[in-house]
């Protein structure tokens, strides 16, 4: 008789801990299927806490996330703990807690009575809120530790290999989660960047294009160049000079001086008059023209100011008010011979030059000189490039060329044709705006004419300039 009621009590408990096991099986099958439905992480923190309080009968459950410095765990998620304190509270690594503890150790920690516990401190989360017994373990992500997942609760208990195992599959859905969703971000953040880039070349390739049709346009030398200049400010640069060397006599003109504020017209003027050049400086035209390579300073300091300046107090003081943060100089070649440089810098605007900015100003550049070889008829040979230098020099003593902005003020546009015209100076196409507008391309061309008649401009590129000049874009 004794035999068989023994018999039937194992009979019961198997069936109690098989009826266990399912429950756990299917919870952590539950809370695999909410990783993959794109549920968020927060989210997914918290269903596991209450499926994990739920299966295993505690009252409290926790995930802390190790900080970046090592030093704590941060309590991220969790279920019957004081209000206000996930999100907020921390507790210590290594031995200063059960789950720093955890960390440390090479798989899962069991705790039966933390009042006689002594492998590591008792911390003052567990003790203020009555804890006695619990299990921990660690959370993997990319074989690091990400954090530890907890389960405590306020009755003495011995926890069984199934409960502890339960916890490690939870941990480990949570850890594949994680990993997934930071590979989803990373993927994105790419995916990101490289569209901003591409957009990017995009916009550069337009200002180029349009560039070279109004460039190619010019049939005179002057025009050619204080168009370029003209063209760069403000799209890519708060101020742009043009320099002419005349090789035969070592010298340097400085063609023209653009700049973007109309309150800069006498600094610009004061530029214009006071460049003295010297074929020995580090920087600017003459190194440019010494060596045949752009010049790129992305962050200009004093001690580049007193180089370019060198030893001129009135050139430096000129330089300073300027108060430039990034500059660039490239060459003018004509027919291989260096014919001057183009120099931009970037000041109010907090621009900072990269390489790409530099095969920008380049394809300028070279548009330009493309412009001034029609020009001259297409003519090659040396004496001739020497001819248009000399002719440049004399043109330019006759007009010097500062260039400001506009004082006119600016045409009236429907606020269709605004949307428009900040969508183009968002780098948009026409059938990107199209789309956004609800318009078709057609009439999206038609507002664009709409705008080149008002703003009396030739090119997109044109239009975006003098509504900036004009304060029509920002």
Not at 440 to 469: D, M, P
């Amino acid at each position: 008789m004794s035999d068989t009621k023994h018999r039937g009590a194992t009979l019961g408990t198997a069936e109690e801990e098989l009826r266990a096991r399912v429950r756990q099986q299917e919870a952590t099958g539950r809370l695999g299927l909410a990783a993959l439905s794109g549920m968020s992480l927060s989210n997914l923190m918290d269903e596991a806490v209450n499926i994990v309080a739920e299966v295993l009968c505690v009252e409290y459950c926790k995930i802390l996330e190790l900080v970046p410095d090592g030093t704590a765990l941060l309590l991220r998620a969790g279920v019957g703990w004081r209000e206000g304190l996930v999100g907020t509270t921390t507790v210590g690594t290594n031995l200063q807690s059960q789950a720093g503890y955890a960390l440390i150790s090479t798989g899962p920690v069991v705790v039966e009575d933390l009042r006689t516990e002594n492998r590591f401190e008792d911390a003052a989360l567990l003790s203020e809120h009555g804890v006695v017994s619990g299990l921990s373990t660690t959370i993997h992500v990319n074989g690091r530790a990400y954090g530890v997942l907890s389960a405590h609760t306020k009755e003495r208990r011995t926890f069984t290999e199934d409960e502890v195992l339960f916890l490690q599959e939870v941990a480990e859905v949570l850890g594949a989660a994680i990993e997934r969703k930071r590979a989803e971000r990373d993927k994105e953040s790419l995916l990101g960047e490289r569209t901003e880039w591409a957009a990017a070349a995009e916009r550069r390739f337009s200002f180029l294009a349009e560039a070279n049709v109004l460039l190619s346009a010019s049939t005179d030398y002057r025009t050619v160049l204080t168009t370029a200049a003209r063209l760069t400010v403000p799209a890519i640069a708060d101020w742009c000079f043009v320099d002419v060397v005349d090789e035969a006599k070592g010298t340097v003109t400085r063609f023209a001086v653009a700049h973007s504020d109309p309150e800069d017209e006498a600094l610009a003027r004061e530029l214009h008059s006071a460049y003295r050049f010297d074929p020995g400086r580090p920087h600017g035209t003459a190194r440019v023209y010494r060596t045949g390579a752009p010049e790129l300073v992305a962050d200009l300091d004093e001690d580049v100011l007193r180089e370019i300046a060198v030893g001129d107090p009135e050139y430096l003081g000129l330089l300073r008010r300027m108060d430039p943060g990034s500059y660039m100089c490239v060459p003018l070649r004509i027919g291989g011979h260096v014919l001057g440089a183009m120099g931009l810098i970037s000041a109010r605007s907090g621009r900072r030059y990269t390489a790409d900015d530099v095969a920008l100003a380049e394809g300028l550049a070279h548009c330009a000189a493309l412009a001034l070889n029609n020009a001259r008829h297409q003519a090659s040979d040396v004496e001739l490039t020497r001819e248009l230098v000399r002719e440049l020099v004399r043109r330019t003593r006759e007009d010097q060329r500062v260039i400001s902005p506009s004082r006119k003020e600016a045409p009236q546009i429907t606020p269709r044709q605004m949307e428009v015209l900040e969508l183009l100076s968002a780098g948009h196409s026409t059938r990107e705006i199209g789309r956004k507008l609800y318009l078709s391309e057609a009439t999206v061309r038609n507002h664009i004419r709409g705008l080149l008649q008002a703003f009396g401009a030739h090119s997109q590129l044109e239009v975006l300039a003098r509504a900036r000049e004009l304060g029509v874009l920002p």
